[in-house]
Nanobody, 114 residues
Framework: QVQFVESGGGLVQPGGSLRLSCAVSGSIFSRYVMGWYRQAPGKQRELVAVISTGGRLDYTDSVKGRFTISRENAKNTVYLQMNSLKPEDTAVYYC????????WGQGTQVTVSS
């Protein structure tokens, strides 16, 4: 059974930065395409960034040029570096594979506010 443990969220001012981490256990991490997802209040969960097993990156348009996804297979961990944060980035952030497993972690709250 796969488990996801997200961390690194917090309260940050507009224009600030955060680095999220997600530790993955219970699976062969290196075999999976991994993604970061987010869910803002009253909205559906959306895919934000994807990294393939070979390191190919893809982002939703709203975060291109500001967010960077990376992975460290030796540590079964995926990261999301978020720069130039905007209030509209406020959400709970989750990691999962793509396609997703049915299990989700607790997520980590990111709040961008002055």
């Amino acid at each position: 059974q796969v488990q996801f443990v997200e961390s690194g969220g917090g309260l940050v001012q507009p224009g600030g930065s955060l680095r999220l981490s997600c530790a993955v256990s219970g699976s062969i991490f290196s075999r999976y395409v991994m993604g970061w997802y987010r869910q803002a209040p009253g909205k559906q969960r959306e895919l934000v960034a994807v990294i393939s097993t070979g390191g190919r990156l893809d982002y939703t348009d709203s975060v291109k040029g500001r967010f960077t996804i990376s992975r460290e297979n030796a540590k079964n961990t995926v990261y999301l570096q978020m720069n130039s944060l905007k209030p509209e980035d406020t959400a709970v952030y989750y990691c999962n594979a793509r396609p997703t497993f049915s299990q989700w972690g607790q997520g980590t709250q990111v709040t961008v506010s002055s």
